[in-house]
């Protein structure tokens, strides 16, 4: 059984052929998108810390990724796209799927985690959780993205009296936007669909790659709207689609408040080591050892070797 790792960066090219390295096999197979804001420089330089890879693919494709843009959703069915191709021309199958960021790193050995989805296939890994109006993800993703890019534009006005006139302006266009039931959210639930949030970090089997992809190439209804008009699409789009095509039964019947922790990926937001929370996940440090130890995630994140590179060479040596 082959797994294709799918991995998105944008910084800290050694970090990153490190990440490759320690992830590569015969089985587990590489596929590599440099952001496009990367220098041309370091993208050649990935290139050349990969070259000893035999089966590590650095993409051609380079978009800008932006955060609550559909950019990072296009990024991984690049590396989707990437992946089968080179599947074809060597006559392989990739009955695994993982999506992973640059600043990741492995904390369990790699033949326990290629063993582990041997034996569960065709086992889905996703965090997911129900969405309610009054999660900050519901009010992020009812939001209009034209009328962002107006506010945002209008706040540049530098004649106080101009700048009030084009705010209030929008706050107008956006209730009108509301009262006409057009917003992202409001057209999702008059299709009678429901949208899903959770962490952009998951592990998907072939089936679901399949059927994903396909929905995002025919650009059906729902899947337009959940990459096009949502402000979320990193941390719902996929979340949405695979409840929406395999288990929209179970989601009819889900309590609002149910989430289900499966993406075999560690991330701190706060609550784990009793730091404040947080919308963006703490650097992972050596405070974080044990933390790491005790886990039965696959993989960690973030790491940041400018701010601690000791707790990724603890990892080498003891847990990989």
């Excluded at 070259?51 to 955060?67: A, E, Y």
């Excluded at 959780?129 to 999660?135: E, G, H, I, K, V």
Aim: net charge positive; hydrophobic share 35%.
């Amino acid at each position: 059984m082959k797994t294709a790792y799918l991995i998105n960066c944008h910084k800290n090219m050694d970090h990153v052929a490190r990440l490759a390295h320690r992830l590569h096999s015969e089985n587990s197979h590489i596929f590599i998108h440099v952001d496009k804001k990367v220098p041309l420089e370091m993208y050649e330089n990935l290139q050349f810390l990969t070259r000893d890879l035999k089966h590590c693919h650095i993409s051609k494709t380079r978009i800008n990724g932006r955060l609550d843009d559909r950019s990072l959703v296009d990024i991984v069915f690049a590396l989707i796209s990437d992946a089968k191709q080179i599947a074809q021309q060597n006559s392989v199958h990739y009955s695994y799927y993982s999506n992973m960021s640059g600043q990741d790193y492995p904390i369990k050995p790699l033949s326990v985690i290629e063993e582990k989805l041997e034996t569960n296939y065709p086992a889905i890994y996703m965090h997911y959780r129900d969405t309610t109006s009054a999660s900050w993800v519901a009010k992020k993703f009812n939001r209009n993205k034209a009328l962002i890019r107006y506010r945002d534009w209008a706040l540049k006005c530098k004649v106080n009296i101009i700048r009030k006139f084009l705010q209030g302006l929008g706050v107008f266009l956006r209730q009108i936007l509301k009262l006409f039931g057009q917003t992202a959210s409001q057209r999702i639930i008059k299709n009678g669909w429901k949208y899903y949030q959770g962490s952009a970090w998951w592990v998907f089997p072939d089936y679901v790659i399949d059927a994903i992809e396909k929905e995002y190439d025919s650009q059906t209804k729902f899947s337009t709207i959940m990459i096009d008009e949502s402000t979320t699409p990193e941390e719902t789009y996929f979340q949405s689609m695979v409840m929406h095509l395999f288990y929209s039964d179970l989601a009819k019947t889900n309590n609002l408040k149910t989430e289900i922790q499966n993406h075999k990926t560690y991330v701190d937001f706060g609550p784990p080591s009793n730091r404040p929370q947080t919308c963006h996940p703490y650097i992972l440090t050596m405070n974080d050892y044990e933390r790491l130890c005790q886990s039965d995630c696959w993989y960690a994140r973030k790491f940041d070797d400018a701010v601690d590179s000791d707790i990724i060479n603890k990892i080498d040596a003891t847990l990989l």
